[in-house]
Every structure is written in C-alpha cells, then in structure tokens.
T-cell receptor, first 114, second 112 residues
Framework: DTGVSQDPRHKITKRGQNVTFRCDPI?????LYWYRQTLGQGPEFLTY????????KSRLLSDRFSAERPKGSFSTLEIQRTEQGDSAMYLC????????????FGEGSRLTVL | KQEVTQIPAALSVPEGENLVLNCSFT??????LQWFRQDPGKGLTSLLL?????REQTSGRLNASLDKSSGRSTLYIAASQPGDSATYLC???????????FGKGTSLLVTP
C-alpha cells in the first residue's frame, strides 16, 4: 500500500523540547497539507505545499512551528520549545494534481507534551 | 474562510436504520466538499468527494448531496451496520483558498 505515511506515530516529550514529524505523501501527489486535531474537534489547517513551495500558512502556525518540503516529496513539521498546548494529533494529507482537490490522509502523529 | 458546521454532534441508532448526517457551510463559492470517516485514534478515510458542479455522489450504501445555494450537504447511510460506528467529518473549501475546512464531526453509534 502506498498511502500517506507519517512518522513517528506517537511522540511523548517534555515541555521545552523540539520535535519533528515526517510525512511521505502518495507518490506523484504534488500537493501536501498539514493539519492539527485535538480531542473532540475537527482537523485544523496548518499549512499547504505545492511541490516544494509553501503557498499558505494558517495563523495557527506560530513562530515555533516550521514546515519544509525541500525536494517536493516528503515534508517535515518541526515544533520548537514545545508547550503543553501543542499536544494534539498532527495529520498530513496529500492530493494529486488533477484539480479534484481530493485529500488523502495519513494515520497521524500523536504528540503528548508533559 | 469557509466555516463548516455539523449536526447532530452525536447520534445513536439501531442496526438496520437509514440515517442522515447534516453539514452546512458559509461560503457558497465552494470548490468541493468531502466527507470522511474517522475511527478512534486513527487518521481520516475519504468516503465521498463532491465537486462544485455536482449535486450528489454515491458509493455503496452511502450517498452525499450538495446544495450550494442553501449551503448544505447531507450524508445518507442506508441500512446501517455496527461497523459504521465512527466519527463522520464534513469538509469544504472555497475558490479563494487552498485549505479544506472541517466541521467538528458527528459521532455515530450503531447498536446491534
């Protein structure tokens, strides 16, 4: 199966530490999205890449958050100086270039900040 | 920004019933609308995608409709089964942005 892959699936860290999540999109999908989801809520949009270009960022993406997609393939989301409020599920999705806009999600990376 | 609302927040039905989940959105300049299923602690599984030029889509026991003028979509599940128990999420974007905006979901429980 060549679905969207995320790593790690679970991360427990202490407040103030940096964490990095990786997303491998479906092969040949040129569009990649990061979302954050907390318990009982729908996913909230964080950022969008088309190939290697970051075209949209949410106001939710504070200065402590940075996302990259250096070669237009995999992407990383780094959170610096983690806070307890960063505890959430971080979801990655990819979409093909056929303009349907259909998103395919990975299983997510769950972050717990102690 | 496209605001999405889902009603009801939770629903419990006996096995075999047909049911309807509701979704409303604020921007009629919709690009597409997508319904997802999410099991506890898992990612999202795409169920149906409706393009702005379409009125409905069907997949098996699922049928989704789109009414842009009223800002509404419905997901119809026929002959519900316990395996349908999950959270169903509606998401829509608009022509003015790339983000797909989600509702909070409807938590469905189908009892045997």
């Amino acid at each position: 199966d060549t679905g969207v892959s995320q790593d790690p699936r679970h991360k427990i860290t202490k407040r103030g530490q940096n964490v990095t999540f990786r997303c491998d999109p479906i092969s040949e999908h040129n569009r990649l999205y990061w979302y954050r989801q907390t318990l009982g809520q729908g996913p909230e949009f964080l950022t969008y890449f088309q190939n290697e270009a970051q075209l949209e960022k949410s106001r939710l993406l504070s200065d402590r958050f940075s996302a990259e997609r250096p070669k237009g393939s995999f992407s990383t989301l780094e959170i610096q100086r983690t806070e307890q409020g960063d505890s959430a599920m971080y979801l990655c999705a990819s979409s093909p270039s056929d303009n349907t806009g259909e998103l395919f999600f990975g299983e997510g990376s769950r972050l717990t900040v102690l | 920004k496209q605001e999405v609302t889902q009603i009801p927040a939770a629903l419990s039905v006996p096995e075999g019933e047909n049911l309807v989940l509701n979704c409303s959105f604020t921007d009629s300049a919709i690009y597409n609308l997508q319904w997802f299923r999410q099991d506890p602690g898992k990612g999202l599984t795409s169920l149906l995608l409706i393009q702005s030029s379409q009125r409905e889509q069907t997949s098996g026991r699922l049928n989704a409709s789109l009414d842009k003028s009223s800002g509404r979509s419905t997901l119809y599940i026929a002959a519900s089964q316990p395996g349908d128990s999950a959270t169903y999420l509606c998401a829509a974007n608009s022509n003015s942005g790339y983000a797909l905006n989600f509702g909070k979901g409807t938590s469905l429980l189908v009892t045997p």
